[in-house]
């Protein structure tokens, strides 16, 4: 596997024998750590959009308030995808508490003001 924990990109070689993980290749303490967290607990952070029940913003992107469990992917979508927001949010409000399977929240990652800024509005110009 390629590290990409840093610019170097070191090609690392992992190896389980007798219940113990080896990795090779790293020139620093961070692709051991990545390797260990890639093969023994894969995580990601989720990106999404969920619907919304207005008119002129009907989309809301959100993404989880932090790195979920690979394996909860799936079910993590299927929660977000039931989701229909009724309020005006901002960017960094909840969304959801808990994302099933993990400790997760989802948040808003934009406002849904009206003519907010990334619905094309541009102040000053």
């Given at each position: ?10 090609r690392l070689e992992a190896k ?44 809301l992107p959100v993404r989880t ?36 399977g993990c400790d997760a929240a ?20």
């Amino acid at each position: 596997m390629i590290c990409i924990q840093c610019p170097r990109g070191c090609r690392l070689e992992a190896k389980i024998q007798d219940g113990k993980l080896t990795v090779l290749g790293q020139r620093c303490p961070k692709g051991s750590d990545y390797a260990r967290s890639e093969l023994l607990d894969p995580r990601r952070t989720l990106t999404s959009t969920v619907r919304t029940s207005f008119r002129d913003r009907p989309r809301l992107p959100v993404r989880t308030s932090g790195d979920i469990p690979l394996s909860q992917i799936f079910a993590a979508m299927a929660a977000i995808n039931g989701v229909v927001v009724a309020e005006r949010l901002r960017a960094g409000d909840m969304v959801l508490e808990r994302l099933p399977g993990c400790d997760a929240a989802l948040i808003a990652t934009d406002d849904l003001a009206e003519g907010g800024l990334s619905h094309g509005t541009n102040p000053g110009h």
